[in-house]
């Protein structure tokens, strides 16, 4: 993967999960607040905790950091899987997030 394709796949996630904190916050009370700094997004939840996605450009990975611990992902041409097995992203965002929040979300 180039460097100009991982930016446009990466900036697609970090939109798409920007869009789901939107789409959240409209169809329930889970009021999760997003903030984007570059290539950064936090989630802050009403508890306090954060979920950090992070844009790793010389190593072509995403990084998300969360209660649960930290995860690497790559892009496989479909989707961004955990460099160690663990899953698929929106699928783990969703997982944690859940967790975080104290009710069930939806990233995808």
């Known amino acids: 993967m180039t460097d100009p394709e991982f930016m446009d796949q990466a900036e697609s996630l970090l ?3 920007e869009a789901c904190c939107d789409r959240i916050n409209d169809e329930s009370d ?5 903030q984007r700094v ?3 997004v936090t989630l802050t939840f009403r508890n ?8 790793q450009k010389p190593l072509h990975e995403v990084w998300l950091a969360a ?8 892009f496989d041409g479909a989707r961004w899987v955990d460099s160690k097995g663990n899953g698929e992203f929106f ?3 969703s997982r944690f997030a859940s ?3 104290g009710q069930p979300l939806q990233f995808s």
Request: hydrophobic share 40%; charged share 20%.
């Open 99 to 101: 967790e975080q929040a």
């Open 15 to 17: 939109g798409r999960v």
């Open 91 to 93: 699928a783990n965002l």
């Open 38 to 40: 570059g290539g950064m």
């Open 67 to 74: 209660r649960a611990g930290g995860f690497h992902y790559k």
């Open 48 to 55: 306090g905790s954060q979920i950090i996605v992070n844009l």
């Open 30 to 34: 889970a009021d999760v607040d997003n």
